[in-house]
């Protein structure tokens, strides 16, 4: 399975009501990507690293789930500065780095980093469950709920299945190469993979209805309605609207 190494744990943000913590990341999330000020992205990206501090989640962790955005923001700092017009920054022969250029790319790189550390103080920290139970409180199809938690319980499994198809192949003397055959190869096992995914699927349906199973989300974890909840939501929410509203009178 997935690992939830962010689930375990005993901080604040733990405590909090899932639905709370889906509308929170959502708020916030949506507030930063709408931001076009650097100053004020920059006032977001404090508040994602004030969360991160208060679900007391260990920095070396975090950077590593960040490393694959890294790699991402590193393509937009190569080709956006030296592709976006305006007053040239820095010029070297026909090389002309723009001053937009570079202040786009550091409200991208900003708002990205920022809105990442917002789902993983807020929603990396809760369990897969626990996601699927705030998502059905807070009226999401419970199609999709299912969808979400049923991905997460067989993806491990599907990799699994490839693994031996590849494994299979290996043995018949398939060798991975950039030629025909090795395209052809993979597109069998991909297929087989398909085949493969569906017929389970079936089982595991057929299975579900011999158990009960009536198409509704039903779970043990109960989540009354307290103070810290709804104090740390219009929180969230005053402090994202309020900026919001900053952004407005600036421009």
Same mark, same amino acid.
């Given at each position: 399975?997935?690992?939830?190494?962010?689930?375990?744990?005993?901080?604040?943000?733990?405590?909090?009501?899932?639905?709370?913590?889906?509308?929170?990341?959502?708020? !916030?999330?949506?507030?930063?990507? /709408?931001?076009?000020?650097?100053? @004020?992205?920059?006032?977001?990206?404090? =508040?994602?690293? +004030? &969360?991160?501090?208060?679900?007391? !989640?260990?920095?070396?962790?975090? /950077?590593?789930?960040?490393?694959? @955005?890294?790699?991402?923001?590193?393509? =937009?700092?190569? +080709? &956006?500065?030296?592709?976006?017009?305006?007053?040239?920054?820095?010029?070297?022969?026909?090389?002309?780095?723009?001053?937009?250029?570079?202040?786009?790319?550091?409200? +991208?790189?900003?708002?990205?980093?920022?809105?990442?550390?917002?789902?993983t103080a807020l929603i990396a920290t809760m369990t897969i469950a626990s996601l699927?139970?705030?998502?059905?409180?807070?009226?999401?199809?419970?199609?999709?709920?299912?969808?979400?938690?049923?991905?997460?319980?067989?993806?491990?499994?599907?990799?699994?299945?490839?693994?031996?198809?590849?494994?299979?192949?290996?043995?018949?003397?398939?060798?991975?190469?950039?030629n025909l055959h090795s395209y052809k190869t993979f597109a069998y096992l991909a297929?087989?993979?398909?085949?493969?995914?569906?017929?389970?699927?079936?089982?595991?349906?057929?299975?579900?209805?011999?158990?009960?199973?009536?198409?509704?989300?039903?779970?043990?974890?109960?989540?009354?309605?307290n103070r810290l909840n709804s104090s740390f939501l219009i929180i969230v929410s005053?402090?994202?609207?309020?900026?919001?509203?900053?952004?407005?009178?600036?421009?």
């Open positions: 399975m997935i690992e939830e190494k962010f689930a375990a744990g005993r901080s604040f943000i733990h405590r909090l009501d899932p639905k709370i913590r889906i509308i929170a990341s959502i708020v !916030l999330s949506v507030a930063t990507a /709408l931001c076009d000020n650097l100053n @004020l992205a920059m006032i977001y990206f404090g =508040i994602s690293m +004030i &969360l991160i501090a208060m679900a007391r !989640l260990n920095p070396v962790d975090v /950077l590593k789930r960040l490393k694959p @955005l890294f790699w991402f923001l590193l393509m =937009i700092w190569i +080709i &956006l500065p030296l592709t976006f017009d305006g007053e040239p920054l820095y010029q070297y022969y026909g090389l002309k780095i723009t001053q937009p250029g570079v202040l786009l790319c550091c409200k +991208i790189t900003i708002k990205s980093i920022t809105i990442l550390l917002f789902f699927g139970n705030g998502l059905h409180r807070i009226h999401v199809p419970d199609k999709m709920v299912f969808l979400i938690l049923m991905s997460y319980r067989y993806i491990s499994v599907i990799e699994a299945e490839y693994r031996r198809l590849l494994r299979a192949a290996k043995f018949r003397g398939f060798q991975p190469g950039t297929g087989m993979l398909f085949v493969r995914a569906s017929v389970r699927a079936q089982r595991v349906y057929q299975a579900m209805l011999c158990r009960g199973f009536n198409q509704k989300f039903h779970t043990l974890d109960v989540y009354p309605s005053a402090a994202s609207l309020s900026l919001v509203i900053i952004e407005i009178i600036w421009v």
